[in-house]
């Protein structure tokens, strides 16, 4: 079982250069997250999907887009990247819908370093 | 609005002390989740527990315990004997509705616990 898929796992980027993660899920959940992890921050949302077509902006959403044009994919995108940006960006999915709702599943992390 | 906070930002213990990670939380929602993650070094995130919130009987596995206590909204996990194999980051997460007809999952920053040999 594949489960969360991120890809890629490390990257180096020059400051104002753009690039796309991607995350895949192969559990056929609705919910997908992006989150960012830094020292001292916790987890922070970036931005979520609760479904296919459909994102939604979460805590630290600037200087961030993403979409969800397939149902097992989360792309998340920087288009100008800033050194504020350096951080571990971590993907998740989960089945949530009322009453139910299951733990997150996790990729295992973006390394990403801006210069 | 949605809060998860973990007041202890790093604990120390000695192998074989008990060990309680706390974890207080705020929520409109009548309906949530809580959850409790692991990141060990290598740094994935480890699921360990999840508890909704009509459910406030405590929970053993293991050397792990949880107790949820809605009416202080706390959810505190305690380590028994704790191993070096503990030291990691934990994170507590509350997963509640968030408006316009769908729901967040919001992390606490997280306690890192370090057991001494």
């Known amino acids: 079982n594949a489960g969360v898929t991120q890809t890629p796992k490390f990257r180096v980027l020059k400051t104002g250069q753009s690039m796309t993660l991607l995350c895949a899920q192969d559990m056929n959940h609705e919910y997908m997250y992006w989150y960012r992890q830094d020292p001292g921050m916790g987890l922070r949302l970036i931005h979520y999907s609760v479904g296919e077509g459909t994102t939604a902006k979460g805590e630290v959403p600037d200087g961030y887009n993403v979409s969800r044009l397939k149902k097992q994919n989360f792309l998340l995108g920087l288009e100008s990247a800033a050194p504020s940006q350096t951080s571990v960006y971590f993907c998740?999915?989960?089945?949530?819908?009322?009453?139910?709702?299951?733990?997150?599943?996790f990729g295992q992390g973006t390394r990403l370093t801006v210069v | 609005a949605q809060k998860v906070t973990q007041a202890q930002t790093e604990i120390s213990v000695v192998e074989k002390e008990d060990v309680t990670l706390d974890c207080v939380y705020e929520?409109?929602?009548?309906?949530?989740?809580l959850f409790w993650y692991k990141q060990p070094p290598s740094g994935e995130l480890v699921f360990l527990i999840r508890?909704?919130?009509?459910?406030?009987q405590n929970e053993i596995s293991g050397r792990y315990s949880w107790n949820f206590q809605k009416s202080t909204s706390s959810f505190n996990f305690t380590i028994t004997a704790s191993q070096v194999v503990d030291s990691a980051v934990y994170f507590c997460?509350?997963?509640?509705?968030?408006?316009?007809?769908?729901?967040?999952?919001?992390f606490g920053k997280g306690t890192k616990l370090s057991v001494i040999p």
């Open positions: 929520t409109r929602d009548t309906t949530y989740y």
């Open positions: 998740a999915s989960s089945y949530d819908t009322t009453p139910g709702a299951t733990e997150a599943f």
């Open positions: 997460a509350l997963r509640s509705y968030s408006g316009a007809g769908s729901y967040q999952l919001t």
């Open positions: 508890r909704n919130s009509f459910d406030e």
